[in-house]
């Protein structure tokens, strides 16, 4: 069939349309990076970065101006509002393509990509901006850019002009103490984590290597992992500014915010394996165990416990409970005549630093037999379990002939009484478990015993206790420190 030129024509005319339509879908669907790195990469008239805004409150926000006020600045301005949940009230954003809002929990209805922010970002640089903060001034952003590409930092941040503008503080985060220590910025405008508002920009590539990119409280879980790595964030004298309508502006939103601020820092701070964090001024806030919870780690197996195998040590609210269960034990055995002695692994704490060894989990103390009947406590827990009058727990080991006194009926950190008789001037008993330090002793390392100073208080202790710990452990025991079973892991690392 031969085709006229008028449908040749309109032939040709169709095929355009659709090459034309085709290449525009595609431009449509490529990332924002490889669309703009010829006219914009290193030009300051289009965005380089996206606009993270995570730190907010569903129930009463400011988001909506915030974001207005970028996008008055850069209509192009990529912008990212994360959330848990799909925010409720709904956020009043601009349905543009350049705003997304992102939810980090999975759902049946939602590829894997969805849960996860990065696929939403296409910038090499992000901002993470905190709730009440908009920008007024033009190139804040792309200055913000220029400061970090000269080097130095790793993270550059700009206050905002709010009620709480961010402040300059050193950061020490100890893993193995579980620890992490703020303090006075000694090199202010550069220092390790910040507190209070400000709009935070680095590389994206940084951010989403970290573990825990967006966790909230942001700030917190930011700088606990940049701090940790080395990273160090300048500050700039640019502030952004405060929006018109600031959010939580009623007593009942800051202290419901307030309230659940507490709530998700805490379960950060536990999440991310931090124990107790100390703050210029000695002021102590602790996260981890105690009375009214178990401990922080479970069964102990071939004297190694798990933490140990993270090369962490004992976690400090475990050792401020068991300072706490062996002062008060001694004061109970004091007062009630019945003489005892540092033993162990405890009489090496002492002897190496004046308290428990940092990875030990519990506190032995050796006792004299005969003297058991003296104290109450001990009399009853021959016959079961006491809880006393402070909720300690007194009862008789399940492993053998010797006592246990427990932090509490729910924490199960722990002093052990090994009760010792003398023998034909040895210290022997009747229960022997398949430790190293668990052997017969000349009696005259207890006549007399001698005060030493340990966890915080002074406890008796053997005479010439350095004898008396080579003669359990090996000669330079308290100069050649180890973990309890190096057959199964060894202070150096070897297991």
């Not at 993470?128 to 804040?140: F, K, M, Y």
């Not at 951010?207 to 080395?230: C, D, E, I």
Request: one cysteine or more; proline letters at 8%; aromatic letters at 10%.
């Amino acid at each position: 069939m031969r085709l006229t030129r008028c449908q040749a024509a309109l032939a040709a005319a169709i095929t355009l349309n659709l090459l034309v339509l085709f290449y525009v879908s595609w431009l449509h669907h490529q990332p924002r990076s490889s669309r703009t790195r010829g006219s914009r990469r290193g030009s300051a008239s289009g965005p380089r970065v996206t606009i993270l805004v995570r730190e907010f409150e569903a129930f009463d926000n400011a988001v909506p101006e915030l974001v207005d006020s970028f996008l008055q600045q850069e209509p192009d301005q990529p912008v990212v509002v994360v959330a848990d949940t799909l925010p409720y009230p709904p956020l009043a954003l601009p349905r543009i393509p350049n705003v997304r809002l992102a939810l980090l929990q999975p759902a049946l209805d939602r590829p894997a990509a969805a849960s996860r922010p990065e696929t939403y970002v296409a910038t090499e640089y992000v901002a993470l901006v905190p709730d009440g903060a908009r920008a007024e001034a033009p190139g804040q952003l792309e200055r913000m850019v220029e400061v970090l590409r000269a080097g130095g930092a790793r993270l550059v941040a700009a206050p905002v002009a709010s009620a709480n503008p961010a402040r300059c503080l050193a950061l020490n985060v100890s893993l193995r103490e579980w620890t992490a220590r703020y303090g006075p910025a000694p090199s202010a405008p550069r220092c390790d984590a910040l507190d209070g508002d400000a709009v935070v920009l680095l590389r994206s590539r940084d951010l989403f290597n970290l573990s825990a990119p967006l966790a909230r409280p942001v700030g917190t879980g930011l700088f606990l992992q940049t701090a940790l790595r080395g990273w160090t964030v300048q500050m700039l004298d640019l502030p952004f500014g405060a929006a018109r309508q600031p959010p939580l502006a009623t007593a009942h939103a800051r202290w419901k915010a307030e309230r659940e601020g507490r709530a998700r820092r805490a379960a950060l701070l536990r999440a991310l394996g931090i124990r107790l964090v100390s703050w210029e001024g000695g002021r102590l806030e602790w996260f981890g165990c105690n009375k009214e919870t178990p401990r922080c780690f479970g069964t102990v197996v071939g004297d190694t416990p798990a933490y140990l195998y993270e090369e962490r040590w004992t976690p400090p609210c475990c050792l401020r409970a068991l300072r706490e269960t062996a002062r008060y034990v001694v004061g109970v055995l004091e007062a009630a005549g019945v003489r005892y002695w540092l033993e162990g692994g405890s009489l090496l704490g002492a002897a190496r630093h004046g308290d428990i060894i940092p990875w030990d989990y519990d506190v032995d103390l050796g006792i004299y037999l005969e003297d058991v009947g003296n104290c109450e406590q001990l009399r009853g827990a021959e016959a079961g379990s006491v809880v006393d009058e402070r909720g300690f727990v007194w009862e008789k080991a399940v492993e053998g002939d010797f006592f246990r006194v427990q932090y509490s009926e729910s924490n199960h950190l722990h002093v052990d009484l090994w009760p010792f008789y003398p023998r034909n001037g040895v210290m022997t008993k009747d229960t022997w478990l398949d430790h190293r330090q668990d052997v017969e002793f000349p009696e005259h390392f207890l006549q007399p015993l001698v005060p030493l100073p340990f966890a915080g208080f002074v406890a008796q202790a053997p005479n010439n206790y350095r004898r008396f710990l080579e003669l359990k452990f090996g000669p330079g025991v308290i100069e050649n420190p180890e973990y309890p079973n190096p057959a199964l892991l060894s202070l150096g690392g070897s297991s």
